[in-house]
Structure formats: structure tokens, C-alpha cells
């Protein structure tokens, strides 16, 4: 019986100890980067909002994003997972077009197995399913034809 509850101490030690470099971890991430960030909530990070159905997840974006208008981009917790939320539209632009292949895979809210027509959209895939997807999109996308498509659209817009 005596074992038995040093191995239920030894537990909860190691318990204790993994709760407590688990928040250490959330409270000094994005403060060793440099980056700024907004305070969490242990063990939640900064979702708990969300999480207790107090906002959308579409508004706590938003109100994160004026909280923090004049940084370019500032940090996020989701439980123990990091997320970066960028601003400057320039950055946007770098990262997306000019460095894509360092970012192929990213969280989506929706997958293929959930909703087979928006699990397929390009936003929504991820690796080379995503390669693949850009490859066959980008040729639509070139400076002529969207010109041809705004003029088209411009013309059945007034045409309403």
C-alpha cells in the first residue's frame, strides 16, 4: 500500500510539473521572439472566448486585429499551439506569393473529409493536393485575363 502512494505522488509531481513548463511555455513564447502578443489565459491561451461561446471566432479576429493596429503582426495562443496573425498587407504579399513554398500547409477550418466542396478549395488543401490545385489555377489568373474578367463583370453588373 505504501508503494502505491509514492507511485500516486511520483504521478502527480510529474503532473504538476508538466502544467506548470506547459503555461511557462505559453506565457514566455511569443515574448522571446519579439513578437508582440496579448496575455493569455492559462492553459486556454487566448481562445477561450471562443471556446465558452462568448464571441465568434470572426469577431474575436476582428477585435484582435484593431487591438493591435499598429503592429504589423502580433502572436496568438490556441491552447499550447502558436499562431501568428499578420496585418501589413505587404507582408501578406511577401509570404504568400514571394515565399509560399517555406508556408505549404497551414490550419484550415474545413477539410475534405467534413465538406467535400470547400474541403477542395485551394485555401483548404494542404501539401500537394495545394501544389497541384495552384498550378492548374495560376494560369487563370494572369494580368489580361483578369482584365477580360472585370470588364466582364463590370459589364453584367450594370446590365442588373
Request: charged fraction near 25%; hydrophobic fraction near 40%.
Amino acid at each position: 500500500m505504501e508503494y502505491l502512494w509514492y507511485a500516486l505522488q511520483c504521478v502527480l509531481v510529474i503532473v504538476g510539473f508538466s502544467l506548470v513548463a506547459l503555461i511557462y511555455r505559453q506565457y514566455t513564447y511569443w515574448n522571446k521572439r519579439g513578437i508582440p502578443y496579448m496575455e493569455v489565459i492559462p492553459l486556454f491561451g487566448n481562445m477561450a472566448p471562443i471556446y465558452f461561446r462568448r464571441k465568434t471566432v470572426p469577431d474575436y479576429i476582428m477585435d484582435m486585429y484593431y487591438r493591435y493596429s499598429e503592429a504589423k503582426f502580433f502572436g496568438l495562443m490556441d491552447f499550447n499551439t502558436p499562431i501568428i496573425l499578420i496585418r501589413d498587407p505587404q507582408l501578406i504579399r511577401e509570404i504568400t506569393v514571394k515565399n509560399f513554398e517555406y508556408f505549404p500547409d497551414h490550419n484550415s477550418l474545413v477539410d475534405e473529409t467534413m465538406d467535400k466542396l470547400f474541403g477542395k478549395n485551394i485555401f483548404s488543401l494542404r501539401g500537394e493536393r495545394w501544389k497541384e490545385m495552384r498550378a492548374t489555377l495560376s494560369p487563370s489568373f494572369t494580368t489580361s485575363k483578369m482584365k477580360f474578367m472585370f470588364e466582364l463583370i463590370s459589364k453584367t453588373s450594370k446590365d442588373f
